[in-house]
């Protein structure tokens, strides 16, 4: 079964001429007729026009590109020309995008083919893909869960091996949480590694494409292919693209990992915090060194990621007022009244909330107050992780506070909602790159370990996890597999 195989060995495949292009999309095809109606992953799959280009103009042509012939899966606030981007919300429910991504054309250019746009929570605001316009998206481990989010789809499509790996993007932990609640690998780059240019925006400051994958090494190669300077993207930094997949066999003997203090002053649920011990003490066997850092100011993480994304959000939302594009209430007198009505029709309860609170704190006579504080706050963060970076190389703890939760049991508790975000937040707020691995299992659910680096040091984080996976082997479980 084809499906079963992950991105980098299908490639090698079908490079070798071993399999047809064709043959790896109708494997995974069938895969998504078995699992799909369970999960609920896609908001537009797009397996038969992948299938339809794999025949027509790929089968029997010479193999150009590192993933040629191979399926990957895209998060639906990351445009595709002539396909829907709906960002999950009813205001874009019918809007088609008039050209590429960036990290869409960068995959087109290496031979990639596309399985489809996964759900998520409406424009990137939650964590539980529970928030989209559409449907939720359930957990492939317990269908009575949520998937973490708001990539949800991305992770779970990538859990359930609908699609070998997938793009999703993380602005507060929407890439590690949900990575961690599927039981698979997801890793947030560096702010200005990979290019933002056709990625909807939430809150620009701190918004980051990055992969989903089952193993480290296809979460390294597609990181490789996407990554990169954008003449298109101003904060896209053009800094030199390792070769990451060549970086992973390196010894991970003499890694110096701190465990900051003050994640575990959080309220950490027992099986977390007893995983994670494991985990590093797995690590200790590896080679590598562990050491007590401080990390002081990241319990003001929430409050102030709070203020800045919904300051962020207030803004780049302002640009959906139902006059150029999107959704237009039908029922209006006037210009304002347009604006006020296609907005309140068009955006869901979470993302109004977000932009209320934005508005609010950029307002005359609460800006200083809420929001410049609250970048004072950030830069604190960001020297907590440098003064922490000068004694270790790498910086460890939990991605999650819990397991995955319930579905529907903190849709009326937001600051709940909000708090499965506390342990990844700091990590976007100083823009460093965070991977999340599989560290266990409680009963049937899986569990995440978070391993953060230094700026443009993604390659340790995923030496370190494929050095892990060696031994823990998490790939080899498979929800919803007969």
């Not at 962020?312 to 604006?339: C, Q």
Request: with cysteine; glycine share 8%; hydrophobic share 35%.
């Amino acid at each position: 079964m084809l499906w079963r195989k992950g991105l980098r060995e299908l490639a090698e495949l079908v490079r070798k001429g071993e399999v047809k292009p064709s043959e790896v999309v109708e494997s995974f095809f069938r895969r998504f007729e078995e699992t799909e109606e369970k999960v609920r992953a896609y908001i537009t799959p797009l397996y038969e026009k992948a299938l339809d280009r794999a025949k027509k103009e790929l089968d029997g042509r010479k193999p150009e590109g590192k993933l040629f012939g191979v399926p990957v899966a895209i998060k639906d606030n990351i445009v595709m020309k002539g396909e829907r981007t709906t960002c999950a919300s009813k205001i874009l429910e019918n809007f088609v995008s008039p050209y590429d991504a960036t990290v869409v054309e960068r995959l087109k250019r290496e031979g990639a083919l596309f399985t489809g746009k996964t759900n998520m929570d409406e424009f990137a605001m939650g964590s539980s893909t529970e928030y989209s316009a559409f449907f939720p998206t359930r957990n492939p481990w317990d269908t009575e869960r949520v998937p973490g989010g708001s990539s949800g789809g991305s992770a779970v499509t990538t859990a359930v091996m609908s699609a070998p790996a997938a793009l999703g993007s993380d602005t507060g932990g929407s890439i590690r949480q949900p990575a961690s609640f599927c039981g698979v690998i997801g890793i947030k780059p560096t702010y200005g590694r990979v290019s933002r240019y056709g990625l909807v925006a939430f809150a620009s400051s701190l918004d980051q494409i990055g992969v989903f994958g089952r193993r480290t090494e296809d979460v390294a190669l597609l990181l490789e292919v996407i990554s990169g300077h954008d003449p298109k993207d101003s904060t896209c930094m053009n800094v030199p693209v390792p070769a990451f997949t060549e970086e992973l066999r390196k010894d991970v003997k003499g890694i110096r990992i701190g465990l900051p203090k003050e994640f575990f002053a959080f309220d950490l649920q027992r099986e977390i915090r007893e995983l994670f011990d494991k985990f590093v003490r797995g690590l200790e066997d590896l080679g590598c060194e562990l050491r007590e850092v401080s990390l002081p100011s990241v319990r003001y993480a929430i409050p102030a990621y709070y203020i800045i994304a919904p300051s962020e959000a207030s803004s780049n939302l302002a640009r959906y007022d139902g006059v150029k594009y999107g959704y237009r209430s039908s029922e209006f007198s006037n210009l304002i009244e347009m604006y006020a009505k296609t907005r309140d029709e068009g955006f869901g309860a979470e993302v109004k909330r977000r932009i209320m609170l934005g508005t609010f704190a950029l307002s005359a006579g609460y800006y200083e107050a809420y929001y410049l504080k609250a970048q004072k706050v950030r830069t604190l963060i960001y020297r907590d992780f440098m003064k922490a970076f000068e004694s270790v190389d790498v910086i460890a703890g939990p991605t999650t506070p819990t397991p995955p939760f319930r579905l529907g049991e903190r849709l009326e508790n937001p600051i709940e909602m909000y708090l499965s975000d506390v342990l990844t937040v700091p990590v976007n707020l100083a823009g460093l790159p965070g991977l999340s691995v599989p560290i266990g299992w409680t009963g049937n659910l899986p569990i995440g370990g978070q391993l953060v680096g230094r700026p443009w040091d993604e390659a340790t984080l995923l030496r370190i996890s494929y050095a892990w996976e060696q031994t823990f082997r998490h790939y080899e479980r498979i929800p919803l597999s007969s």
